[in-house]
Every structure is written in C-alpha cells, then in structure tokens.
C-alpha cells in the first residue's frame, strides 16, 4: 500500500502563486512515474503534469506550460507542483498519484493509469 499526502493549498488572487506538496510512502525512483491531477465539480479529473522517475521526463498541459512546474526532492520522498500566475480557472481540487511499473509511453495521462492517489488539496483562486 502507498500512501500520498497532498499540502499547500488555499486562496489565493489572480496572479498569485502557490506550491503543492506531494509526500509518498516510499522511494520516488520505485515508481514509474508520479503525477498531478485536478478536478472541479461536475468535471472529469483532468492531468495536469507529470514527471517520469528514471530520467525526470515531464509533461504539461497546454493551458500550464510557462505557470506550472513540477520538481521533485528524492531524499524527502516528495513531488512539488510550483503554480504560478494562477488564474480563477486553475479553481480545483488538486490530487497528486503513482504509477507503480512500467514501462509505458511516455508520461501517463489518464487517471486510470495511475495505481494510488492522495485526498487532495483545494485549490482557490479569486479576487
């Protein structure tokens, strides 16, 4: 069993800039790869980046590229999303999961790929 503990949500304005914590039971490099979702009411989770654990391979969706940075610290067992320029349509509930193995192509991107995930951390912006 693998547990993740997301932190470092809030409210926050437009424009503004939060850094998600990631905490996993484990060693980062034992899985194939860790990711950060989001979800707003009456929507599907949606990926929003992703990085691959043996060669640091990430991805972003086009509407974070430039905003948004995923990092990780291997000796702390922890993801980070760094969200900056936040806008009021970033609004959600943020998740970080794990895949376990591999290989796969890529980075995953759907949900359904990905084996354990965290409650979530709520994510508000607004003036």
């Known amino acids: 069993q693998v547990s993740l503990v997301e932190s470092g949500g809030g409210l926050v304005q437009p424009g503004g800039s939060l850094r998600l914590s990631c905490a996993v039971s484990?060693?980062?490099?034992?899985?194939?790869?860790i990711g950060w979702f989001r979800q707003v009411p009456g929507k599907e989770r949606e990926g929003v980046s992703g990085?691959?654990?043996?060669?640091?391979?990430?991805y972003y969706i086009d509407s974070v590229k430039g905003r948004f940075t995923i990092s990780r610290d291997n000796a702390k067992n922890t993801i980070y999303l760094q969200m900056t320029s936040l806008k009021p349509e970033d609004t959600a509930v943020y998740y970080c999961a794990v895949v376990v193995s591999g290989p796969r192509r890529g980075v995953p991107r759907n949900p359904d790929d990905y084996d354990y995930w965290g409650q979530g951390t709520q994510v508000t912006v607004t003036s």
């Open positions: 990085i691959r654990s043996n060669d640091g391979l990430t």
């Open positions: 484990g060693y980062l490099n034992d899985f194939y790869a």
